[in-house]
């Protein structure tokens, strides 16, 4: 799997929007960029991943750079509750073999009153 | 709740003791995979089971670890002789096999701790 990189720590203030970046310059072509988050003690919890196109669903919107070497998380109205560590993966996916997840040390994002 | 689940949720024990924890996944989810989480550090895979058939081990996966799917459903993960470096949470994944999409879907995990 590709590696990524990702910023440590990010804030943001409630109620706006976080964006949270991701670079993955040794992207295969045959492999997604994945977004999970993981809230203090709890497991980590599937957001949205994409292979080329945008992707938007009811809890995030993902932008992927046209030549695929970054991404873009972005959270349109953050609140307290989406307080989290953010793991950007990439793994080849629907494989007939299955593949595991490689995390990284993840973004830590706080939002602020 | 239709999720992955875990037991139990936390387990204190001795060094040296046996301990085994469980995962049910999500149902008709074919793949289930262990992963290992330490304070700080983003999961790391252990192993992965498609079906029945454990189809990878992650040189993680010491001699003292097993891991069983005896009918393709539910899981077990053995530590046996446990050390304080295996304190840890000990994370389940279910997904489903292709062709629609093969996400995964984590449990709650078991927190260890070895005193």
Same mark, same amino acid.
């Given at each position: ?11 943001c %203030?409630e109620?706006r929007? %976080? ?26 919890q599937?957001i949205i991943? /994409? ?5 938007t669903?009811?809890m %995030? ?16 109205h ?6 989290a ?12 073999? /299955?593949?595991?997840?490689?995390f /990284?040390?993840?973004?830590r994002l %706080?939002?602020?009153? | ?14 060094r ?24 700080g550090?983003g999961?790391e895979?252990l192993t992965?089971?498609q079906?029945?058939?454990q189809?990878e ?5 010491s001699?003292r670890?097993?891991?069983?799917r ?5 899981s ?5 002789r446990?050390e304080?470096?295996?304190?840890a949470?000990?994370l ?5 096999r292709?062709p ?5 879907y984590?449990g ?8």
């Amino acid at each position: 799997d590709a590696k990524t990189t990702q910023p440590t720590s990010m804030d943001c %203030a409630e109620g706006r929007a %976080a964006n949270l970046p991701c670079n993955h310059s040794t992207i295969s072509g045959n492999e997604y960029v994945y977004w999970y988050r993981q809230i203090h003690s709890q497991g980590p919890q599937y957001i949205i991943h /994409g292979l080329k196109n945008n992707e938007t669903n009811e809890m %995030a919107s993902l932008i992927i750079t046209e030549d695929r070497k970054s991404s873009t998380l972005i959270l349109p109205h953050a609140t307290l509750r989406d307080t989290a560590v953010y793991y950007c993966i990439v793994r080849v996916a629907l494989s007939s073999s /299955g593949d595991k997840l490689t995390f /990284g040390t993840g973004t830590r994002l %706080a939002v602020r009153p | 709740d239709t999720g992955v689940s875990q037991d139990p949720r936390h387990k204190i024990t001795k060094r040296g003791q046996n301990v085994t924890f469980r995962c049910d996944p999500i149902s008709e989810h074919n793949r289930l995979y262990w992963y290992r989480q330490t304070l700080g550090q983003g999961p790391e895979f252990l192993t992965y089971f498609q079906n029945e058939a454990q189809l990878e081990k992650s040189r993680l996966l010491s001699d003292r670890f097993s891991a069983e799917r005896p009918k393709g459903s539910f899981s077990t993960l053995e530590i046996q002789r446990t050390e304080q470096g295996d304190s840890a949470m000990y994370l389940c994944a279910s997904s489903p096999r292709p062709p629609t999409t093969d996400t995964q879907y984590f449990g709650p995990g078991t927190r260890l701790t070895v005193l």
